[in-house]
């Protein structure tokens, strides 16, 4: 029988830590990765292995993916670096160098909607190489999961609509787009790492329950928060940079941002794969405000 170990990277992400969980409580055996050992302890705890490193580092990624049948790739977020695509591309040849040499043979790996688009839209563009990076590997069946916009993107807001009344950012509010909670991600992903039943290399682009635009998703938050007048605002892409900035994104990621956001108002990431029953997920946005509406009273 083939070896049925699972190893998760990102681990104490949203989507990484969810992933681990529903495959232990299945007794899938796990070997989770972090940057940070006391943050993996919940996890230990519950029967995971644990490998403590950097993404980046060969050595490291060899000894995390050694003996292994599957692997969940991600490349995680790094708010401070000075070159967010160099950080992207080491890490990214880091994964796919270990893949290769280990033997893996199945990929989960987390990508973004308009991966298939070479430029214009900033970090994604970054997942993009990722994606030909891995599509290179022999004998690895690989699957891209291609996830939307998350809602837990709104998190971020909670400070901005206490503080000045208002839900904003530099994407168009009338625009309706699809939306996704990252607990449907790591679920289709946990399933897709248990089964392994993907062949060769392909994308599944991941759609959330509907399209909704940022103006009815602040309609919803406002009515959870107890603000039901509360309005989205559109900012300029001058005073977004400013605003990221001033939340300590890097100069270089802060302008990346804005190039995503640019990208995703002229259209440049919309779906590929039309709507199905495969790639629509179930957690409606109406649902997730409730979540928001307990952080924002937690606060």
Avoid at 6 to 25: P, Q, R, Y
Avoid at 139 to 165: A, C
Avoid at 248 to 254: E, I, K, T
Wanted: charged share 20%; no cysteine; glycine share 8%.
């Amino acid at each position: 029988m083939a070896n049925r170990l699972v190893v998760i990277t990102g681990a104490t992400g949203n989507i990484g830590k969810k992933i681990s969980e529903t495959l232990l409580a299945k007794k899938i055996p796990i070997r989770v990765v972090a940057r940070h050992a006391d943050k993996l302890q919940e996890l230990v705890a519950k029967g995971a292995e644990a490998i403590v490193g950097s993404l980046d580092d060969q050595a490291t990624m060899a000894k995390a993916f050694a003996g292994a049948d599957a692997v969940f790739a991600m490349i995680p977020p790094n708010f401070v670096v000075p070159d967010f695509r160099a950080y992207q591309n080491k890490v990214g040849e880091s994964l796919a160098q270990a893949i290769q040499a280990s033997g893996v043979k199945y990929v989960a790996n987390l990508s973004s909607l308009g991966a298939h688009q070479p430029g214009g839209l900033g970090p994604i563009n970054g997942v993009h190489d990722q994606e030909l990076r891995l599509n290179k590997l022999s004998d690895v069946n690989v699957l891209h999961l291609r996830p939307t916009y998350f809602m837990e993107n709104q998190l971020m807001s909670l400070g901005m609509i206490k503080q000045m009344g208002i839900n904003g950012s530099a994407m168009r509010g009338d625009v309706a787009f699809p939306m996704i909670a990252t607990a449907d991600i790591a679920a289709v992903a946990a399933e897709a790492l248990e089964k392994k039943d993907f062949k060769g290399k392909s994308v599944l682009e991941l759609l959330g329950p509907a399209d909704i635009s940022l103006q009815e998703a602040t309609v919803l938050i406002g009515k959870a928060i107890g603000k039901p007048d509360l309005k989205y605002v559109q900012f300029s892409y001058e005073d977004t940079q400013k605003a990221l900035l001033g939340m300590g994104f890097s100069p270089d990621l802060a302008r990346l941002f804005v190039e995503m956001s640019k990208g995703s108002n002229e259209g440049l990431m919309k779906p590929t794969q039309a709507r199905s029953a495969k790639n629509t997920t179930p957690t409606t946005f109406a649902e997730f405000s409730k979540v928001i509406a307990s952080i924002y009273n937690q606060g």
